[in-house]
């Protein structure tokens, strides 16, 4: 399934409830599969991982009876490299926008202790003068941002997956000065949609997250048990661990970063991550 979509329907909450009363509906009639829901009192969020199209068309029938509601549509396909953008409200597509991203310029490194654990997985891509990227370890995750070199640079992330960058480091041959951003400072919305493109790709192939409903990680659970594998809150997808990753010194890694990035996913196990350098 390389086809990820995140739907978000924002508005008034008593017009949320019934809306997503008569999409669930419509969802359910249309067949789309399984998904998942993620609502707040002024937010609804949907997100499907698809073989085929995005089920627009429950949406849109459902946003004519409620036209003050706006909905919004971020979609991604890893297989073709294309992400692109919707905005539907009254029944109508108010805007569209699609993208294709050079192939080959999304960098990971994934690290794994002995026991299949995960240590830590970043994605990244060039983005203008600087690097955007997602990071994710057993117990935390965040968006981030690096700039410079690896003789003198400047990281920003993220708290999880807000919109806002909460934390800044900066470093060079003298050492490392942290800062924590209060307020944080808000991330622009060109970058944020990147941002959630290389999360949402990266985790939908590589991740399985033990907060996930049982039905849709039955297979894993199993796996994991019949490996001998921890589960914890965020885990590595077995067939990555058991035909991707390659022994290393203390587990398994895989990279796709050469010899002038390197310093990036160092970068983030020294200060992000706080291992030892």
């Given at each position: 399934m390389n086809l990820t979509a995140t739907i978000v329907v924002k508005g008034d909450p008593a017009l949320l409830r019934d809306y997503r009363r008569g999409v669930n509906e419509r969802l359910e009639e249309e067949g789309a599969g399984a998904y998942r829901e993620r609502h707040v009192d002024a937010q609804l969020e949907y997100e499907f991982r698809l073989k085929g199209g995005i089920p627009f068309p429950p949406f849109v029938e459902s946003s004519r009876d409620f036209?003050?509601?706006?909905?919004?549509?971020?979609?991604?396909?890893?297989?073709?490299?294309?992400?692109?953008?919707?905005?539907i409200q009254n029944g109508v597509l108010r805007e569209q926008s699609a993208q294709v991203h050079a192939a080959g310029t999304t960098l990971q490194d994934v690290r794994a202790g002995a026991d299949g654990r995960l240590q830590l997985a970043i994605v990244c891509a060039p983005w203008r003068d600087a690097w955007l990227g997602y990071a994710i370890a057993a117990g935390q995750h965040a968006f981030f941002r690096v700039s410079g070199s690896g003789e003198s640079c400047e990281l920003r992330?993220?708290?999880g997956v807000e919109a806002e960058w909460a934390e800044r480091w900066i470093a060079d041959a003298?050492?490392?000065?942290?800062?924590?951003?209060?307020?944080g400072e808000p991330i622009a919305a060109d970058e944020l949609r990147e941002l959630d493109r290389l999360a949402k790709g990266f985790t939908g192939e590589w991740i399985w997250?033990?907060?996930s409903p049982p039905e849709e990680t039955a297979v894993e659970r199993q796996r994991f048990q019949a490996y001998g594998y921890p589960?914890?809150?965020?885990?590595?997808?077995?067939?990555?661990?058991?035909?991707v990753l390659e022994p290393a010194a203390d587990g398994f890694a895989f990279e796709t970063f050469d010899e002038a990035s390197r310093w990036i996913p160092g970068l983030m196990r020294r200060v992000w991550l706080h291992e030892d350098a």
């Open positions: 036209p003050d509601l706006s909905i919004e549509v971020d979609w991604s396909d890893t297989a073709t490299g294309r992400s692109g953008r919707a905005i992330a993220s708290d003298g050492g490392t000065q942290y800062a924590e951003l209060v307020p997250f033990d907060e589960v914890v809150a965020a885990n590595l997808r077995s067939e990555k661990l058991r035909k």
